[in-house]
Each structure stands twice: as C-alpha cells, then as structure tokens.
C-alpha cells in the first residue's frame, strides 16, 4: 500500500543565542491511509515539532525546516507556497492540540468558528456551513448541538471544548488528523471518552491519525503502529503489540519498565510483579553534535561503538525497525 | 472580595421586572450609571444649546461683569457676555474635540498595535518611532501646526491625536501578543485560517475591551489638553466659545468676575470626571481581572 504521508529525513532546526538546537534530526516515518500511528517520547524529543513542521507551523523567526521531505498525495510539503499550505491545513490534515481549555477563541461561539473552517475550505454557503457544524456536533456527541452552536466557550467543559477541537479538526473530511497530546489535559474518564471518540469517527470518515503522546498506555489502547522518538530522532518503529511484547530499543525498554502493568504479576503474589524501573540521567541538550546515539548516557547496554558512531534505523524483523547496535542484546536480556 | 466576578454578579441580577433590573444593573454598576448619566446629561445640553440658552456673543456692555443672577445665571463677562450661554455652547467644543480624539486616536492606534503586534519584523521599528512621537508634547506641536496653518478645530484635533495614539498602540500590541500565544490562534492557524481574516476574527475582537477603556481615557485628556490649548491661545480661535477661551477670556478680571472662571473650569472637571467614572467603571465590567489587580 503507498503510503499517505512519509516523512523521510526530516531535519528542524532552531536557531537560538546558544547555537543551533536539533529539535528533529533525521526523522523517517510513514503512515498509511486509515491508519493510528503512535508518536511517542519524552517531553522535548521533538515529537510536536515533528507535527509542527508536518504543518509548516515552525515560527520562521526561529526555526525551520532544514533538510528532508514530507510527501503527502504525490507533493512534497516542504516545497509548497505558503498558500498551497493554507489550503491543505485543516483540510487535507488538520491538527489537534492539547489545550482544550484555551484552544478556542472566547469571543466566537461554537458555530461559527466550526463554520468557519467550511467555508474556508469547502467552500459552502454561510447557511450550510452552519448545517454542517451542527452535524459535526451530533458526530461528536454533543447533546442538544442546535443549542450548543450558538454558546461560547466557556459555557462548555474541558470533555466537551475538546469534543468541538475534533468536530473543527474533522469538519473538513481530512485525510489525516495530527492529535497533539489531545488528552493530557483532560481527567482519565473523559480522556477515554474522548479516544474512543477519536477511534470511532476514524473508523466512520477512514482518517488517518498521528496521536502524539507520552502516555504509553494510550498508545496500546489505540494505535496500531508505534514511532518512539528520542532527543530528535527515531529510535524504534513498530506495530504497537510487537513493540509491547518485545521492545528492542533499551530507550522503549526503559519507558515500559516505568509503566506499571496490570498483567503482569498478581496481586497475591507481589513478588512476581516486576519492579518499577526509572530511566536514569537526563534527555541530553540538543545544541551539541551527538557522535554516536543519543542514548549512550544513560543506556545499560551501551558498548564502546555506540558512543562513536550513530546506530542506522534497520529492520530487525519485518516491520520492526530498531536503530541500536546492541539490540539483538536487548532482546536476548528479556527472555 | 476577590472571589465575586462579574459573572457572578450577572447571575444575581434578578431576572424579574425589567425595572427591578435596572436597578439591579445600577446598585452593581454606580460608576457606569453616573459616568453615563453626566455624559449623556452635557450631550443632551449641547444639542438643545440653540433652544435653551441664547446667543453666546451678544455684547451689552451695559451689563458688564454681573454676577449670577435670575437674568444671568452664570453672571456675564467684560464685554456683557451671558457665561450661561457662552458655557452651554462651549461644551460643543470639549465634546467634539474629545469623542473625535477618542475616535481617531482609538481607530489609528487599533491599526498600528494589531500589525505591530502580529508582525514582529515590523515591531522592533514602529516602536521605537511610537516612543518618539510619544515624546512630542501636544502643546508644542500644536502651536507649530498652527503657525504653519491657521488655527481651527481640526488642528487642534490633530495635535492631540498624534501624541495620544502611541497610547493606543501600546496597549492594543501587548492584547495582541498575548493573544497571539493563545492556542486558539495556533489552531486558526493550524486549521488554515489567512492572515487578514485571523487578525480581524480572532484577534481584533479580543483587543476591543481594553482598547474602549483606554478610549475613553484618552477621551477625557483630550478635553482637558483642549483646554489647556485654548487657554494658551493655541487651541481653537478666540472667537468661537470654548471652555479653555472663556477661562482665558475671563483671567484678567479674575478677582472681580470669578465666575468667569470657575463655571466654566467646573464643567471642564465634571465632564472630564464622567468620562473617567465611565471609563472605570467599563474597565471593570470589560476586564475584571484588570480591575482586581489595581
């Protein structure tokens, strides 16, 4: 199947007062048409600069798109005219971000600023933008929507605000929905309300999702293939119960033994449940040249030849991508 | 004290007989009602002007110098002029210069703080040009622009807009560029939103509250710096009553007419007070958290 969107090599860079910060250093991935693809990693390993610069989104006052491609429907986006751009964001791929609580304008209510992107984009009728917000608000499960058009903001929960980012987001018939932590903020009934949500309406309008998170439980709950993602770079890709069950990277490694799991062990005997483990020593500044992987500093694993040269992103079985060089160890240290 | 918003007070605001509301709406709000009252009271007067006082240049130098009485409410001036009427028609002259200054200064300013907040390779210059406008005293350019011109309403206008507006950018850019950080504007972005319509739809509407409060503040040194003009004799021509002229006019004879002064310099305060109330008491409708921190 040809991929919707591939990102290959992609580099930003910022340019700061304290040198040049590799915020994504040479990221690859594909995503499928109607596929959940997991973007996963620590604060500050790029992840939503990755979205960002899917968008074109990077503030050019201080970063940008450096070297690499995104390929989306036969077109390479880093070439695109700022115009060719608007027209394909929030049509072709819309965006979801993290602050349910801020990410609408207070002084707008619902409907319009639903209608608004229809008729920007699909070029409807003020009228029937109107009928499509409404729809779009039935979608997503917001009772009694005809009411709801004509409320504001702040008379709407946080579950309920961030039910209107995806009506927004979706209002369009996009091909592919960035979800940017779209949970975090919200509390663990309604963040589960919320990505079944998510899951349902893909399933209904076939969108391809990129849900970026740190939350690997989401991950398992909803996506099918999983991209890992440490100090800019990819580290591990793989379908998400692959990765689960045999993580390859000692970086993945290290995230799940952080996780406590409710199938491993019992609560009879607590001595078989696994201990909760912490990755030691910090994410490394990006504004140094790393040599070899990233990881070195605070891997288990790392021998001499991974401090010197920078491990590639091979395949260790199909569809398993793992960029170590000791990861045939990592494995053999799980069994 | 802290915790009771306006929000709050809305919901109390009983939603029975419309007249119960008002004075609900008035008990909650007496800065506004009051502001509003002495504005909408010195507008009222200045239309009826022609009707209810009479004719501000007659001279009878018969009735030089009277004080207040029954004839002459406010007494009359050296050359047997009725301050009553010189006083009534001398607001026309504080209320255009001051809503006008409002207006313009608000509407220039709105302009130059929206692109210079969302543009920031702009920023950096236009500042620094506001900084230096700022620094011109309205006095001083006002007298140049009138020794190049002749004197009237529109430059004594434009010599109060031109330093006021600075005000305006400064308060309209920093709305912007906390606006500009919101997530809603990200999203707009995000969503494909163009640049004119992002700025007219989702950040113009958030600068409006403070900008009318800030409005009406200008609104108010507006008046007093027309004033202040007049007075010196670079304001609006001699001939034409305005607060400031009549004041000037009625220096010399200060200690024996001191009418001539107070009156009119009392309805300069008043004025200037009202547009303050409302301007205070909008300020803590429209941002309350503002209000809160002051």
């Known amino acids: 199947m040809t991929p919707l969107l591939e990102v290959r090599d992609l580099r930003t860079h910022f340019f700061t007062s304290d040198g040049v910060v590799r915020a994504v250093d040479g990221v690859s991935f594909a995503l499928s048409p109607g596929e959940t693809l997991g973007l996963v990693g620590e604060s500050g390993c790029g992840k939503s600069v990755t979205a960002l610069s899917i968008l074109r989104l990077i503030a050019p006052e201080t970063g940008r798109i450096v070297g690499g491609s995104i390929r989306f429907g036969g077109r390479d986006l880093t070439a695109l005219s700022s115009e060719e751009m608007r027209e394909l964001r929030g049509h072709r791929i819309a965006m979801i971000f993290q602050e349910p609580m801020t990410g609408l304008n207070p002084v707008l209510n619902i409907g319009t600023q639903i209608a608004e992107s229809v008729v920007r984009h699909l070029k409807l009728p003020w009228r029937a933008a109107r009928d499509r917000a409404r729809e779009m608000l039935e979608l997503v499960r917001i009772a009694d929507p005809k009411q709801r058009l004509n409320e504001y903001p702040h008379q709407l929960s946080g579950g309920m605000r961030q039910r209107v980012m995806i009506a927004i987001a979706l209002c369009c018939n996009p091909q592919v929905l960035i979800a940017d932590e779209p949970t975090t903020a919200l509390d663990v009934t309604i963040q589960a309300q919320i990505l079944d949500l998510m899951l349902e309406l893909k399933e209904k309008l076939g969108t391809a999702i990129v849900l970026i998170t740190h939350d690997l439980g989401v991950v398992a709950e909803t996506c099918e293939r999983v991209v890992v993602m440490y100090a800019g770079r990819v580290v591990e890709q793989a379908p998400a119960a692959a990765l689960f069950a045999r993580p390859r990277h000692p970086y993945t490694r290290g995230l799940l033994q952080a996780l406590p799991r409710a199938d491993a062990g019992s609560s009879e005997q607590p001595a078989t449940r696994p201990q909760l483990t912490e990755i030691p020593g910090m994410v490394p500044a990006l504004t140094q040249p790393i040599p070899g992987c990233a990881f070195v500093p605070r891997c288990g694993f790392a021998a001499q030849r991974c401090a010197q040269s920078p491990p590639e992103l091979e395949e260790a079985e199909s569809s398993h991508l793992v960029s170590c060089w000791e990861a045939a160890r990592v494995v053999a240290d799980a069994v | ?294």
Request: charged share 15%.
């Open chain 2, 1 to 294: 004290m802290a915790l009771t918003s306006t929000t709050a007070n809305d919901a109390l605001v009983p939603a029975g007989r419309p007249l119960a509301r008002i004075a609900a709406f008035v008990r909650r709000n007496p800065t506004i009602v009051i502001g509003a009252v002495l504005l909408v009271g010195l507008i009222a007067m200045t239309l009826a002007a022609p009707w209810i006082a009479g004719d501000p240049f007659r001279q009878a130098p018969v009735n030089r110098l009277r004080p207040p009485s029954e004839r002459f409410w406010f007494g009359t001036d050296q050359f047997g002029r009725d301050v009553f009427s010189r006083t009534v028609h001398g607001a026309r002259v504080s209320l255009i210069v001051g809503l006008t200054v409002a207006g313009l200064a608000g509407l220039i300013g709105l302009v130059i703080g929206l692109v210079c907040g969302y543009f920031r390779r702009i920023d950096g210059i236009a500042m620094r040009v506001m900084d230096g406008i700022m620094a011109i005293p309205s006095i001083l350019l006002a007298i140049a622009l009138i020794t190049l011109t002749r004197p009237g309403l529109g430059i004594v206008i434009a010599a109060i807009v031109i330093p006021e507006v600075p005000r305006i950018v400064r308060v309209v850019r920093a709305v912007v560029l906390s606006i500009r950080a919101q997530p809603y504007v990200e999203s707009a972005i995000a969503g494909g939103t163009r640049t004119a319509k992002l700025l007219a739809r989702h950040i113009l509407p958030n600068t409006l509250a403070p900008l009318i409060v800030q409005a009406t503040y200008v609104c108010a040194s507006a008046m007093l710096i027309e004033a202040g003009l007049s007075f010196l004799g670079a304001g609006v021509p001699p001939e034409i009553p305005s607060w400031g002229n009549i004041i000037a006019q009625g220096r010399t004879f200060f200690q024996i007419a001191p009418w001539t002064i107070f009156i009119p310099g009392a309805f300069l305060a008043i004025t200037v007070l009202a547009v303050n109330m409302l301007g205070d008491g909008l300020r803590d409708r429209l941002d309350p958290r503002l209000a809160r921190r002051m």
